[in-house]
T-cell receptor, first 114, second 115 residues
């Protein structure tokens, strides 16, 4: 099992450019998440998808859109990148039933917006 | 609203010394609490979790944490630090919302281990 995979690993954009970050999981989890990590701020939730066909905003959704393409895939789109979106982006998946609460994280995408 | 506070953004210990990383939470309902570790240039990996039952939770790599409701704390400890423990550690509390649990993370504590 590959777990959670993310592409690309690194990306440099110019202000105003758009891009899509891809995420896939092979653990048959219902829930998927996108976080950004910035120094001294921990991980902040951008968007999440509790199940296929649903998406909801997290703490910092402005400037982003998401698509839950199917149960396996959850993409994050930046329509018009800004320098403030320079960050490390993590995708995660998990189940939230009873005592099942662990989220599994991908390796991250390092994005720089110039 | 649930929240997590980690005391100390950087902690430095000598190899073989006790590791103590502090986490306090705020929650209006019984919390589910987690500690994650992040090694350089990697994603997060679960160390341990508290859901219900025993308040002393043992995790991987010799770490453990104790849930203290009266102190709203979930501090992470390891009796003897190893060089390989150098990493960033995150405490998190789960919010169960709309059939999809969300995690609220603390700011992180970077652990350095001196030889």
């Amino acid at each position: 099992n590959a777990g959670v995979t993310q592409t690309p690993k690194f990306q440099v954009l110019k202000t105003g450019q758009s891009m899509t970050l891809q995420c896939a999981q092979d653990m048959n989890h219902n829930s998927m998440y996108w976080y950004r990590q910035d120094p001294g701020m921990g991980l902040r939730l951008i968007y999440y998808s509790a199940s296929e066909g649903t998406t909801d905003k997290g703490e910092v959704p402005n400037g982003y859109n998401v698509s839950r393409l199917n149960k396996r895939e959850f993409s994050l789109r930046l329509e018009s990148a800004a320098p403030s979106q320079t960050s490390v982006y993590f995708c995660a998946s998990g189940e939230v039933t009873g005592n099942e609460n662990e989220q599994f994280f991908g390796p991250g995408t390092r994005l720089t917006v110039l | 609203a649930q929240s997590v506070t980690q005391l100390g953004s950087h902690v430095s210990v000598s190899e073989g010394a006790l590791v103590l990383l502090r986490c306090n939470y705020s929650s209006s309902v019984p919390p589910y609490l987690f500690w994650y570790v992040q090694y350089p240039n990697q994603g997060l990996q679960l160390l341990l979790k508290y859901t219900t039952g025993a308040t002393l939770v043992k995790g991987i790599n010799g770490f453990e944490a104790e849930f203290k409701k009266s102190e709203t704390s979930f501090h992470l400890t390891k009796p003897s630090a190893h060089m390989s423990d150098a990493a960033e550690y995150f405490c998190a509390v789960r919010i169960y919302y709309n059939q999809g649990g969300k995690l609220i993370f603390g700011q992180g504590t970077e652990l350095s281990v001196k030889p």
